[in-house]
């Protein structure tokens, strides 16, 4: 569980930044509807549920740095008995108050007639534009009313600003109890991984290797993070394929992306193997390549490095690999310059991780790379996508592989997150032969 004390800490950081006179306003997501009156279950905003740990649908967020009568206003839905008998419980305007922290409470259907006064007395309002556009125009539309009512006294805010800006830069910093959930979903992806491993035989459908992570996530009280992908085959080339559909083939390898959701935070992992156990010739060359890949990008996760050496790394190493195997003709020099290697390697190798799985977080710092440090936590996820076309010898022809776990910058260097799942051909291949 996330450490509650975390939430004011986080808040009480945010107003420092955003300074006096200012008011921030954050909604949480919608509930969806997947088909008529069914919904998706419902996901918090990550922004929303960073700054609150408030959990339930039609909620938002005041912040109001300094105010005396209250920072920490929270809009949320009432208690009602017969609702909550349907639908569920609800903490109700108690609950905001006396479990989540919040100064004071509010029905969301009174949202319009008390926010218009709490934005009036503010010079800034940190609301990022945007993002969904029915509480955009509920937002805006109140700082135009006060606008149209200046001329008789009234004051008006004369700034929007992003409030993106202040918070993700914060997410993109993990404190000790987000690490700690963060292993926590980590372990439990990896041994959901280690099952599939031995789960899976020729014949067995992809849908049901999907099944050990459904089941194992559930099991410690998450979900699948993502949507997980199991390709079989020339399935492994698809790199959003979840149709999970297929059957797994004898000699072919099979790719498994799939990552859990503890506590709202995601662990992403890759792992390929054969579906027989053990490699072919061409399969283990190509999988040793990405390992190799992996290996000197995970080298260069070091705070002081920049985002893009881990990337640079497996362009470098893949680049001379395919070199080496036939699959690029020239020198290794020209082919990076010229990205030769983008048809077989066409993603970058990786993303900064958290509460979303393709977390927030500036990658660039004006035109620079971002600087690594401590509290950054990253994917590293080198792959080759193999075609079918004539000019690629038949033996590696429609494999497809990726290797991915979840790195940490440590102080020292780095923490590999996902460890507990092996990768290497050996250990793979011994994990299988069971
Ligand atoms: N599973 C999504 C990704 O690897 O980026
Ligand atoms: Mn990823
Ligand atoms: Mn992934």
Redesign the pocket.
């Known amino acids: 569980m996330m450490n509650a004390r975390e939430f004011p800490k986080r808040r009480k950081e945010l107003m420092r930044m955003m300074g006096k006179d200012t008011i921030a306003i954050l909604p949480t997501a919608k509930e969806k509807v997947r088909n008529r009156d069914a919904e998706y279950p419902f996901r918090t905003d990550s922004d929303f549920y960073y700054l609150t740990g408030f959990p339930e649908p039609e909620a938002l967020m005041v912040l109001l740095p300094g105010r005396e009568n209250g920072e920490f206003i929270l809009f949320c839905r009432e208690r009602d008995a017969e609702k909550e008998t349907w639908h569920g419980r609800r903490a109700g305007i108690e609950g905001a108050c006396e479990i989540y922290g919040a100064d004071d409470a509010f029905p969301i259907e009174d949202l319009g007639d008390i926010l218009p006064g709490l934005i009036e007395s503010c010079d800034r309002v940190f609301y990022t534009l945007g993002n969904e556009s029915e509480s955009d125009q509920k937002i805006t539309g109140m700082v135009h009313t006060l606008r149209a009512q200046a001329r008789s006294g009234k004051h008006t805010p004369h700034e929007f600003v992003a409030l993106e800006h202040l918070l993700h830069d914060m997410r993109l910093y993990k404190s000790r109890s987000e690490l700690k959930v963060m292993r926590e979903a980590a372990h439990i992806s990896a041994a959901a991984h280690v099952k599939a491993m031995q789960a899976c035989k020729p014949g067995v459908m992809e849908y049901q290797l999907e099944a050990e992570f459904l089941y194992a996530f559930r099991r410690a009280n998450g979900h699948p ?3 997980t ?1 199991v390709g079989g085959g020339d399935n492994g080339c698809i790199l ?1 394929y979840t149709e999970n559909s297929g059957v797994l083939k004898d000699g072919d390898l099979v790719l498994i ?3 859990a959701e503890i506590d709202n935070y995601a662990a ?1 992992i ?1 792992r390929t193997f054969p579906v027989n156990g053990r490699f072919s010739e061409a399969q283990r060359a190509l999988y040793q390549l990405v390992l190799d890949a992996q290996y000197a990008a995970i080298e260069q996760v070091q705070p002081g490095n920049h985002w893009n050496d881990p990337h640079e790394a497996t362009v470098k190493v893949l680049t001379e690999g395919l070199v080496a195997l036939g699959l690029l003709k020239g020198s290794v020099a020209e082919l990076i310059e010229e990205q030769a290697y983008r048809r077989f390697y066409m ?1 970058r190798t ?2 900064w991780l958290g509460l979303d ?2 977390d927030v977080g500036d990658y660039k710092v004006g035109d620079e790379w971002r600087v690594l440090e401590p509290g950054m936590v990253l ?1 590293i ?1 080198p792959g080759l996508y193999m075609g079918a076309e004539k000019d690629i010898p038949k033996r590696f022809r429609n494999i497809g592989i ?1 290797i ?1 776990d979840d790195v940490v910058v440590t102080k020292e260097g780095h923490e590999v997150m996902t460890d507990g799942v092996p990768k290497e051909i050996a250990a793979i291949e011994q994990l299988m032969a069971g």
């Open positions: 993070a993502y949507s992908i959003h992306d799939a990552g992403d890759t993603h990786g993303h799985v393709h994917t996820e990726r991915e």
